[in-house]
């Protein structure tokens, strides 16, 4: 019954230099037919697929808003049965296709990784993937292909790329102080919050794509830490940060995410051996990875460093000298790229424009 898929298509390529949070993209494909399809063809497959980079706090992954439309992995598949066998015509989609991206989204950042194909099924395999015709074909909330006067994009292969426009976010942590007799073991709260715009969000495998250390002053032993839901604190810390100078440091947090406006709390238990103490420890976060990838989206990196001392003793509302900050460079070894959900909100809107 003729070839399952037939690639008889090439599609054009779309740049978009600065996207901003929360803006939206529409897309207007050309679709150029080079070889004609076979008379078993029954329909056109419009499939689009969002960014591969793991945000867990996105939208919905995709909303298709015509009939004969359907929500797919990481995007939105169209079938098209209204469709003419015409090599060398370029086509044109009835309506253009909107990408939204999240309003918290951080950048600069050159995202990949989106994309769209075009191509011709028979019967069997219509039926098999997508269950036949499930719409309405008298509906006038279809989404077509229709000639349309365009250059042929002859060597397009479907690729959506986009930069997204300068978006921060503003990691802070907070000074603390473990106050109580000598001997007692107390446990204390340590604020991380983020005050910017963008979120913190999650480009790396876990156990996370941030991570809050701590040094404890002389005078204080560690007994224990706990991130609750939003982070993670693993007995083996040092070895998740392998290849990375992790002298002095008494532990190590990691978490995914942090949406701008938001705050985490980690709680360290300690015990104290000198109450008496004026040595000044140290707390800092900081995103993994370095300048070339995800990118420094820090908006002011000052308040990333905090104190730790015991009872206010020696604190003095400066960046205590403990070394320098490990800063991007801590993690260029202790992570992955994730491949995973989808960043974009793929829809297809109502606009018949593309037919004009």
Same mark, same amino acid.
Do not use: K
């Given at each position: ?33 080079? @070889? ?9 497959? !419009? +499939? ?32 098209? *049965? ?14 253009? #296709? *909107? ?63 986009? =930069? ?20 007692? =073991?107390?446990?204390? *709260? ?6 910017? @715009? ?14 809050? *250390? ?9 007994? +224990? !830490? ?45 015990? #104290? @051996?000198?109450?008496?103490? @004026? ?7 900081? +995103? ?35 070394? +320098?900050?490990?800063?991007?460079? #801590? ?26």
């Amino acid at each position: 019954m003729g070839d399952e898929a037939e690639y008889v298509y090439s599609f054009s390529d779309h740049g978009f230099p600065s996207v901003e949070p929360g803006g939206t993209i529409e897309l207007v494909p050309t679709i150029y037919q080079h @070889t004609a399809f076979s008379d078993y063809a029954a329909a056109a497959v !419009v +499939a689009f697929s969002g960014a591969e980079v793991d945000v867990e706090f996105a939208a919905p992954d995709a909303i298709a808003d015509f009939d004969n439309c359907m929500e797919s992995f990481r995007g939105v598949t169209c079938l098209i *049965t209204d469709i003419e066998n015409s090599p060398g015509t370029v086509f044109g989609l009835t309506d253009p #296709i *909107t990408l939204a991206l999240d309003e918290q989204f951080p950048g600069p950042f050159n995202l990949c990784g989106c994309d769209y194909r075009v191509y011709v099924i028979n019967d069997d395999t219509f039926e098999e993937e997508f269950g036949g015709v499930f719409w309405d074909e008298d509906s006038d909330n279809l989404i077509g292909m229709v000639p349309v006067d365009a250059p042929p994009p002859y060597e397009g292969t479907g690729v959506v790329t986009f =930069r997204t426009a300068e978006n921060h976010f503003d990691l802070s942590v907070a000074d603390t102080e473990a106050a109580g007799p000598e001997g007692e =073991r107390v446990t204390v *709260t340590v604020p991380v919050a983020n005050a910017g @715009t963008a979120a913190a969000v999650p480009f790396f495998d876990p156990p996370g794509s941030y991570v809050v *250390t701590g040094d404890l002053p002389d005078g204080l032993r560690l007994h +224990a !830490v706990e991130g609750g839901d939003a982070a993670t604190c693993p007995d083996d810390w040092a070895d998740r940060l392998d290849g990375i100078d992790t002298e002095g440091l008494d532990f190590a947090c990691f978490f995914q995410s942090l949406r701008a406006g938001d705050q985490l709390e980690l709680e360290v238990a300690v015990d #104290i @051996t000198d109450a008496d103490s @004026t040595d000044v420890g140290r707390l800092e976060v900081l +995103a993994l990875g370095d300048r070339y990838y995800p990118g420094d989206f820090e908006a002011d990196p000052s308040d990333n460093v905090a104190d730790f001392t015991v009872d206010g003793h020696g604190g003095h509302g400066q960046l205590p000298n403990t070394g +320098a900050s490990l800063g991007l460079v #801590i993690a260029v070894a202790a992570v992955v790229v994730v491949a995973g959900a989808v960043l974009l909100v793929v829809t297809a809107r109502r606009r018949r424009s593309g037919a004009e």
